[in-house]
């Protein structure tokens, strides 16, 4: 194959050992028992859910090659363009849940009392444009960390709006 991927790229033997000619018009060259076909062998295991799947889900009758194999050629992009295709950082075929993240690899990372939040009191579903499209997404990139954004200003701006100027996130007391 042109991009060395799937079946054919590894493949030791001469064609006619797997596609042999002369059964006919009606004959099917692409014999394959899919009952006991060894996915692995193609460079693309089929593991969690994907393991579930009918052939035809994702083949159709014509070719069993496929040109897309990234996660948003088949499935929605949730996050609309704001995470890359890299999805297995955070997600697995198990479940597709979120399995893994961490934080502090974002540079980002809360401090103080505001490390132990759950995700949606700063990740808010919002109607935005983001980078593929626009649309209603959980928001991860461009977020507001202003301390007013979540936070009244007990000193109503008399102070400016750099809070930690005076303040910590570990107690949200003055220094």
Known sequence: MENNSGLHARATEECAACHSEHHGK?????????ETFDHDLTGWPL?????????????????????????????????????GGDCDKCHNEESFRMVAYKHNETGKSPKGKHENLPCKDCHIMEYADYPSEKGIAVRYKGLDYGCNKCHEDPHDGEYGTDCSECHDQITFEME
């Open 47 to 83: 593991q969690g859910k994907h393991a579930l799947l009918r052939c035809d889900v994702c083949h159709s009758k014509l070719s069993y090659l496929l040109d897309k194999t990234g996660c948003v050629d088949c499935h929605h992009d949730v996050h609309l363009g704001q995470l």
């Open 26 to 34: 009606s004959y099917n060259l692409i014999h394959l028992d899919i």
